[in-house]
């Protein structure tokens, strides 16, 4: 009431402190309620916006790809350079002994512990069936989890070694099972699947950086 500035000058004081506390890109920025292009950290957060919506096809986890497709791409030749350490168990070719492990000739179609002269767990008996791609695609990416209780302990969570692996089990046979066919859907998928790995090592968070000037100055 004395100073008719009295307000004014409070309301100066106020605007001072917290410029001196927050910095003025904060300020504008809490007080605009929106945001200011050259607030880096508002930058950074729409950064990441933008992150979801544009970069959502390349973000995305990697598509499923199908077993067919996989085996389709999948070569026999590494898979049997992996294929080696299987050997310390198991042989290969036709006739072969069994060791730790029974003899892999013929497997793909073959009666699950079904090779003559091996001493199989329950486990893997009482599993019954023969063993197709997909079956021993299970098998090999988590022996223990797909068959509880199976003597055989091996993991390979890559699909596509696995892949590589059963096409060099295909080989193992006078008259070897087809390969599944790939899912038309997939197949066209898997086309563009290098594209889009390509655009995940491209770090689509700087991609998200250049791509911003929409936002008001
Ligand atoms: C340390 C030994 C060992 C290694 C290494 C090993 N296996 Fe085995 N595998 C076994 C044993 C033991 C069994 C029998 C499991 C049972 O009776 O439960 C078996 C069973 C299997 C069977 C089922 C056979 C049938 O007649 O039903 C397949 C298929 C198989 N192994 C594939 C592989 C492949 C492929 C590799 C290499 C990537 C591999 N194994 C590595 C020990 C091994």
Redesign the pocket.
């Known amino acids: 009431m004395q100073d008719p500035l009295f307000g004014n000058k409070v309301a100066a004081a106020i605007l001072t402190a917290l410029l001196l506390i927050f910095g003025l890109p904060q300020l504008t920025k809490a007080l605009m309620g929106g945001g200011h292009h050259s607030d880096g950290e508002l930058h950074l957060a729409y950064g990441g916006d933008l992150e979801l919506d544009t970069g959502g096809a390349a973000a995305e986890p990697e598509p499923e790809v199908d077993l067919g497709t996989l085996l389709a791409n999948a070569s026999a030749a590494s898979g049997e350079r ?2 080696a ?2 050997k ?3 042989t290969f070719e036709e006739g072969g002994a069994n060791g ?3 003899n ?1 000739w013929n ?1 793909v179609g ?6 003559a002269g ?4 329950s ?2 008996k009482d599993a019954g069936g023969a ?1 197709t791609y997909e079956r ?1 695609d299970h ?2 990416e988590n ?1 223990q989890e797909y ?1 509880p ?6 993991r ?1 969570p890559r699909d596509e070694q696995r892949a590589d ?1 059963l096409a060099f ?1 295909q080989t193992l046979s006078n008259d070897p099972v087809p390969f599944p066919a790939p899912t038309p859907a997939a197949a066209e998928e898997d086309a563009e699947l290098d594209t889009a790995e390509e655009a995940l090592e491209n770090e689509p968070v700087e991609e998200a950086g250049d791509a911003d000037p929409e936002v008001e100055e």
């Open positions: 992996r294929a350490l299987c310390s168990c198991h730790t492990g029974p892999l497997i073959r009666q699950v512990a079904g090779h091996f001493n199989y767990t486990a893997l063993w021993l098998y090999l022996s068959i209780g199976t003597a055989m302990v091996q390979f692996l089990l």
